[in-house]
């Protein structure tokens, strides 16, 4: 079966720097993509990796290594307004998206 | 005027009422669906619509019948529904269907409990 790997809640100080991690298992690979829900609000778009390597964008990045099935997120400079869920999901080869369950980061002062 | 658009935002209902969720894109996309998120569970996509046709329908229930009228409106109407059908029901667009970076923009949602 298809699936997607993240952990379930991670804390983190304000200031500070994050990474979460995502393993996924899916019959093929179309591009994974990173998502930040806060509560009782839609998913919005982070980021998009389909070759491998590591995309920045200002203070958040996302990795993505093919042949180990992983991605990360990191999160630099954290504020409070971090705090939310994020959401890594990846395309298969009928172009579905698979979705982990998220994982939802407290930002701490 | 915001991207994704539904109503209502919440909905309560018993199990023998009959009820539509409505959803409204102004991007100009092309594709279409409807997901189920439950506490802790991942997105589980419903259905899919590109350019009004229907092209996915993940083994839901037939107590929830889509229909896409044009390429700005969604439906998703319910009826018979059971209390574990109680969720947020997100709806999204995308600029085309079938393609790698197309990336997904969402809706508010209807938080949807069922009696």
């Known amino acids: 079966g298809q699936n997607i790997d993240q952990p379930t809640e991670m804390t983190a100080t304000e200031g500070a720097i994050v990474q979460i991690n995502c393993t996924y298992q899916t019959s093929g690979f179309n591009g994974l993509f990173w998502y930040q829900q806060h509560a009782g609000e839609a998913p919005t778009f982070l980021s998009y990796n389909v070759l491998d390597g590591l995309e920045e964008k200002g203070r958040f990045s996302s990795f993505l290594s093919r042949s180990k099935g992983y991605s990360y997120l990191l999160l630099k400079e954290l504020q409070m307004k971090d705090s939310a869920s994020y959401l890594c999901?990846?395309?298969?080869?009928?172009?579905?998206?698979?979705w982990g369950a998220g994982t939802k980061l407290i930002i701490k002062p | 005027e915001t991207g994704v658009t539904q109503t209502p935002r919440h909905l309560v209902m018993g199990m023998t009422n009959k009820k539509s969720l409505k959803c409204e894109q102004h991007l100009g996309h092309n594709a279409m669906y409807w997901y189920k998120q439950s506490a802790k569970k991942p997105l589980e996509l419903m259905f899919v619509y590109s350019l009004e046709e229907r092209v996915e329908n993940n083994s839901v229930p037939s107590r929830f019948s889509p229909e896409c009228p044009n390429s700005s409106h969604l439906f998703l109407h319910l009826h018979t529904l059971q209390p574990e059908d109680s969720a947020l029901y997100l709806c999204a667009s995308s600029q085309e269907w079938g393609t790698g970076g197309n990336e997904q923009f969402f809706g508010p949602g209807t938080r949807l409990t069922v009696l």
């Open positions: 999901a990846v395309r298969d080869s009928n172009y579905q998206l698979i």
